[in-house]
């Protein structure tokens, strides 16, 4: 391990998923671009001045970055030929993940950069990544030259071919006659689909060719930071999965996430052609209050102040309108857009709004009560407290400034805790299914509110020290029985408070294995190494430590195991960190002195029994378990068919299954969709906008994983109310245990 440790610019304690996959989308997301209409089959014109090139600060800020990392880092890094080549193969990944833009050809030439990415790092020079990129660029300019040229010619939905819509394991296409190929059936799938959902052919085909020109655009449109970003994630990656350069937008993304809040407007914006498009105004913030801006309005430009010029932002990407309408609090923005329900002739509108803090409250904890019925006839339902916490939340400035209304995931649990004891419920779950991680320090102190005192977590740096995270109030907020509800995206700092409560014996843990990410990363702050007066340069979120449970053994690698494990679809190995390359792997220390407070062992045992006893003839939950045996049948195929008959029929037997459901009163359970086409760069948009009609459609669906959760904690709520009756259940789990052990 190293022993050299940063002496300033640390952020202990900051935890979350890996960024691998949200770098892979990362790429449309950065540059949400316009998309002026051309001809269909038309060329996309490729300039001359696309070609992109390192800038002398990226090479300055190259050189810090690469001495942190590699003498910072808790893993032992030595940047060599081995690293070289995990670099080279992270950021090719990066770029063409599905493996369908770069031909065979591509990648032998790049191995010319296999053991040298190395010593480009060592001399800050950028140029290979970016000519890396380049040939990327040329790449995808072609395909979208066939997709649009493909879209003018018929298509056969009488042949018996397939689609291979996952080649992300596949080799490399020699040929460009292959890679046509490939992508004939892939505009060839895309217009089936369409087909499938009754556009008719001449809706499909404006879709289609809106959809390659954006492709086109928005790779294109790609600047030298983003190339830069993209490279030094690959570094940072090749190391360790949870190490991340930020850069200084994504500096100033992370430090809202935390807090919770941010200056400006609050709007949410989107992409429609070349405009920008309000997708969602924040309820309560400053645009909310004012009621004259409103989704579906179409941004033409912004201003600052009252006579600051007016910016025509038409066009432009989506991240550079967001930082010129961001802005202090108390400031105007005037932002001129034309309504949805004008033409682009218009009239325009322009709209003053006064800034200020925008409460980003869908991330911050919340709470519901579901109300378990009795068995049998009468009886008060038992009420089961819900609290949902989606990320551990601290506001790190304003606990430093000692504000009295800093935001803290631990603050706001506490306060819903005494709501739900007001309404009288006697038992919590607390819901932290795709709970990523957050801050050390708010695991630590969320769990004192169900432990008296006493360590919580073991930290062990890189020099092998270890040091422990206490709980030092005494003391309890909650006191009655408590269920963990996890699911595989419960990661980080959900697992420190997840084990802690396990280790403690303080509540039962339900549902998947979690992610299994157990490293501690601090931010290390670039301009801190810089000039006065030289732009910003970023930050490094980098592993400096490796957390263990009070029990001695870590989460890395295998995650927290619940005690009442929940139907989960998929191989466990392809999910989580033990799927992730260069993740650390799992090992133990001593455990620390800790003292469990109950003794849940029966009472789980017997409540699992009757969980499993229950929904055996639980319809919908038989229909999930349906749901999830196709998914793994068809989640090896990784391909679809291309004849219409094929297609339809399955599609029909789908609805029907659907209607059947509906017909028996069954909730709608999301279905879990193994032919999700989740490609590269195009399909995002599509993703967004179905993600978020499947987020307002859950709303209103019931959560079965959460109904079972709320009806095990009733059981053990009754089960230890009554000595007589755990006993009695206890025995008939040992004998049934003992009969399947014989059979």
């Known amino acids: ?26 790429l449309p997301v950065v540059a949400a671009l316009a998309v002026t209409s051309l001809p269909i089959g038309a060329s996309v014109t490729e300039p001359e001045s696309v070609l992109l090139q390192p800038t002398l600060e990226q090479r300055f800020t190259t050189n810090i970055a690469t001495k942190l990392l590699t003498n910072w880092h808790y893993k032992d890094t030595r940047l060599d030929d081995e690293l070289s080549r995990k670099i080279l193969d992270g950021y090719i990944e990066m770029l063409d993940p599905n493996r369908s833009y770069f031909l065979a050809a591509d990648i032998a030439e790049f191995e010319r950069y296999a053991d040298a990415m190395d010593d480009s790092l060592r001399h ?28 003018a010619e018929p298509f056969d939905f009488e042949l018996d071919e397939d689609y291979q819509y996952d080649r992300s394991d596949a080799e490399w296409l ?144 989506v991240d550079d309108v967001v930082d010129l309408i961001r802005g202090p609090k108390d400031s105007v923005v005037r932002i001129e857009v034309l309504p949805e329900d004008v033409g682009l002739e218009g009239p325009s509108t322009v709209i003053d709004i006064v800034r200020n803090e ?23 339902p038992v009420k089961i407290g819900v609290i949902d916490l989606p990320v551990f939340y601290l506001d790190f400035n304003g606990r430093a400034r000692n504000l009295p ?139 400096q430590a490796q957390f263990f449970r009070v029990n001695g053994g870590s989460t890395q690698n295998r995650g927290v195991v619940p005690d009442i494990r929940f139907p989960s679809a998929g191989d466990p190995q392809e999910y989580g960190e033990r799927s992730l390359p260069n993740a650390l792997p799992w090992t133990e220390i001593d455990p620390a002195p800790y003292q469990p407070v109950g003794n849940l062992d029966k009472l789980v045992a017997v409540a699992d029994f009757q969980f499993r006893d229950r929904v055996s003839g639980d319809r919908e939950f038989n229909w999930l378990l349906d749901d999830i045996a196709e998914y793994n049948e068809s989640h090896e195929s990784r391909s679809v068919s291309l ?25 709608l359970l999301g279905e879990l969709d193994p032919l999700a086409e989740t490609d590269d760069l195009e399909t995002l948009d599509e993703e967004i906008e179905a993600d ?52």
């Open 1 to 26: 391990m190293n022993t050299r440790r940063p002496v300033a610019c640390l952020r202990q304690g900051i935890h979350g998923v890996s960024p691998l996959r949200s770098f892979r989308t990362f």
């Open 124 to 151: 800050s020079e950028l140029q290979p990544a970016f000519d890396i990129y380049n040939r990327y660029l040329e790449r995808v300019h072609e395909r979208v030259n066939f997709a649009r040229a493909r879209l």
């Open 174 to 317: 020699e040929t460009t006659a292959q890679l046509d190929d490939y992508w004939r059936k892939r505009v060839k799938n895309d217009y089936l689909r369409l087909k499938l959902a009754k556009k008719d052919h001449e809706e499909a085909i404006e879709l289609l060719d809106e959809r390659y020109v954006n492709l086109d655009r928005r790779v294109t449109e790609l600047n030298s930071d983003d190339i830069f970003n993209f490279f030094m994630n690959a570094f940072a990656q090749a190391i360790e999965p949870h190490t991340a350069y930020l850069s200084p937008r994504g500096s100033d993304n992370f430090e809202i996430s935390m807090k919770l809040s941010l200056e400006g407007i609050g709007a949410l914006l989107g992409r429609e052609s070349e405009y920008t498009r309000i997708a969602r105004v924040v309820p309560g913030g400053p645009a909310d209050q004012d009621g004259r801006l409103k989704a579906g309005d179409r941004v033409v430009s912004v201003g600052q102040g009252a006579e600051g010029k007016m910016v025509d932002v038409v066009g432009w990407r």
């Open 358 to 380: 925008v409460k980003l409250e869908e991330q911050a904890a919340s709470s519901r009560v579901i109300e378990v019925p009795q068995d049998g006839e009468g009886g008060e």
């Open 405 to 543: 209304d800093y935001r803290s995931s631990t603050r706001d649990v506490a306060r819903l805790i005494g709501e739900l004891e007001a309404e009288g419920v006697e038992g919590i779950v607390m819901d932290l299914r795709n709970n990523g991680g957050g801050s050390l320090l708010e695991a630590t102190t969320l769990t004192g509110l169900f432990i008296d005192r006493g360590p919580v977590v073991q930290v062990r740096n890189g020099s092998g020290r270890i040091s422990t995270e206490e709980d030092t109030e005494p003391g309890m907020t909650w006191t009655g029985p408590l269920a963990v509800l996890v699911n595989r995206y419960s990661a980080s700092a959900s697992e420190i408070f997840a084990a802690a409560i396990q280790d403690y014996d303080r509540g039962v843990i339900i549902g998947e294995p979690t992610f299994g990410k157990g490293t501690v990363q601090s931010l290390l702050d670039l301009d801190e190494y810089g000039m006065p007066e030289s732009p910003r340069m970023g930050q490094l979120k980098i592993t």
């Open 643 to 667: 004849l219409e008959t094929e297609r339809r029929a399955e599609m029909e037997a789908k609805e029907a299954k659907r209607e059947e459901r509906k017909t028996l009163q069954g909730p």
């Open 692 to 743: 978020a009609e499947a987020d307002s459609e859950e709303d209103e669906r019931p959560d079965l994983m959460l109904r079972e959760s709320a009806r095990i904690v009733a059981d053990m709520i009754r089960l230890g109310e009554d000595t007589q009756l755990l006993a009695t259940q206890f025995s008939l789990v040992q004998d049934r245990d003992t009969e399947k052990a014989v059979n």
